[in-house]
């Protein structure tokens, strides 16, 4: 085990290799890494330490789980890990990359706890004339352990649908759930005879009436509010101004900060390319650090974080 040095540089990224970088800093230091690593044989980034390049797709995921064990290492036991990772065709064959990436990161000791399929409404066009195009990518969640790992749901709520929030108020709706039998584990402990009472009091303490506005609700937080799913509809980032092939969209990374990495605490990205994580990172009262191969795409990185308006002032852990 490492020993934690007297003060430990945030808000930065160290150019060159990850796992170096990675190897230099101390045991359970970070609170969350939230990462997009380079696609499969798709795209050359311009270095021979690169990984993406390699000649096989097993030894792709091997190298990348050599870069997640030092992350296993830095990341407090209270921690996240946060992967958006993609697929790849080689001779017209699927090369299934998230699904062996799962399983070797599951082998290796990590726990999947949630697979989010990111939905992008505006797909990078294909040539192919022979199969379907491909609108999606995996983001895996993983933990380090099954219990005590931070987790704030509050920012990932999200109000009832309107139709939704009508039926579950609405006399005739309680009617009917009168004589249903709701599980415990669902956490509805009620049974026949108080399942319209429950309702009633929910509508009371909510302030809905027949006839509310549902808009009004929402606005006034008084809507009844549900957890984020697990297809996240967003659109792929624009990078036309900024030169970098794999720009993640902001909205992609923004809820697993907001509910996995606690205020003030450190958000590591060990493939940092044009500066998206520091960016939100900052955004968020949160602070980071940051890994990149290539110096063009750091000094494009630092450019972004400037032209954000968010800040970049290097702090030293233990401040």
Not at 117 to 140: A, L, T, V
Not at 154 to 176: G, W, Y
Request: net charge neutral; proline share 5%; with cysteine.
């Amino acid at each position: 085990m490492k020993s934690m040095p007297l003060l430990f540089k945030t808000n930065t990224i160290h150019i060159g290799d990850n796992i170096e970088t990675l190897r230099s800093l101390p045991d359970k230091c970070v609170d969350m890494c939230v990462t997009s690593p380079p696609y499969y044989n798709l795209r050359d980034y311009k270095n021979q330490k690169q990984i993406g390049a390699e000649n096989t797709v097993e030894l792709f995921v091997k190298n990348l789980c050599e870069v997640f064990d030092e992350c296993h290492r830095v990341l407090k036991d209270t921690g996240s890990l946060w992967v958006n990772i993609a697929d790849t065709y080689d001779n017209k064959r699927l090369q299934q990359v998230p699904s062996r990436f799962e399983i070797a990161m599951t082998d290796k000791g990590w726990y999947l706890r949630n697979e989010v399929i990111w939905n992008k409404p505006n797909p990078q066009p294909i040539s192919s004339k022979d199969r379907y195009w491909s609108n999606h990518e995996k983001f895996f969640w993983f933990v380090k352990n099954t219990k005590g790992y931070f987790f704030d749901r509050t920012p990932i709520l999200l109000p009832q649908a309107e139709i939704s929030v009508r039926r579950m108020f609405s006399k005739n709706h309680m009617d009917k759930r009168k004589d249903k039998n709701v599980s415990e584990k669902e956490g509805f402990a009620l049974n026949s005879q108080n399942q319209d009472k429950h309702y009633e009091r929910m509508r009371d303490k909510l302030g809905i009436e027949k006839g509310f506005d549902y808009d009004q609700l929402v606005k006034e937080g008084r809507c009844p509010m549900r957890p984020e799913m697990t297809v996240w509809d967003i659109s792929s980032a624009s990078s036309v101004k900024w030169a970098h092939f794999a720009t993640y969209p902001k909205e992609l990374i923004e809820k697993p900060i907001l509910s996995t990495c606690p205020e003030n605490g450190i958000v590591l990205d060990p493939f940092m390319g044009s500066g998206t994580t520091a960016i939100v990172a900052l955004e968020n009262n949160r602070k980071y650090i940051g890994c990149e191969l290539n110096s063009e795409y750091v000094a494009l990185a630092n450019e972004r974080i400037k032209d954000s308006n968010v800040g970049n002032l290097t702090t030293f852990f233990g401040e």
